[in-house]
């Protein structure tokens, strides 16, 4: 799998918008948009900004997309099992994915365990 694929699924997966990275990042959307859809290529600086960006995001995706380019894809985990294995430090980035999954949708308990699925297995 090529980097720009693995990134772009990772997106998919993790249901991360081009604007919503961008904006994290700090970086022009069309500069993700480019990326992800192999139009452009980016520096190694770039990449591990991008990918500190989605880390923050959407907790567990960027050891998801290193799975993908490892060619070992990380298989979906029970979130028991992901909540056992959750760091000290991990835990605010939990609470502020549940916290944006509540906030946008009307029945938020559906999408806890979505939130859950975000981090590190």
């Given at each position: 799998?090529?980097?720009?694929?693995?990134?772009?699924?990772?997106?998919?997966?993790?249901?991360?918008?081009?604007?919503?990275?961008?904006?994290?990042?700090?970086?022009?959307?069309?500069?993700?948009?480019?990326?992800?859809?192999?139009?452009?290529?980016?520096?190694?600086?770039?990449?591990?900004n991008l990918l500190?960006?989605?880390?923050?995001?959407?907790p567990?995706s960027?050891?998801?997309?290193?799975?993908?380019v490892?060619?070992?894809?990380?298989?979906?985990?029970?979130w028991?099992?992901?909540?056992?294995?959750?760091?000290?430090?991990?835990?605010?980035?939990?609470?502020?994915?549940?916290?944006?999954?509540?906030?946008s949708?009307?029945?938020?308990?559906?999408?806890?365990?979505?939130?859950?699925?975000?981090?590190?297995?």
């Amino acid at each position: 799998m090529l980097i720009y694929e693995a990134f772009n699924d990772t997106l998919k997966r993790y249901n991360i918008s081009g604007k919503a990275l961008a904006q994290v990042a700090g970086v022009s959307e069309s500069l993700v948009s480019q990326f992800r859809w192999g139009k452009k290529g980016i520096t190694d600086e770039m990449l591990d900004n991008l990918l500190l960006a989605i880390q923050k995001i959407a907790p567990g995706s960027r050891r998801y997309f290193c799975s993908l380019v490892a060619g070992e894809p990380i298989e979906t985990a029970g979130w028991e099992n992901v909540l056992s294995e959750i760091s000290a430090e991990e835990i605010p980035e939990l609470l502020m994915a549940i916290a944006r999954c509540w906030k946008s949708v009307d029945h938020p308990s559906i999408y806890v365990t979505s939130a859950l699925m975000q981090l590190p297995r």
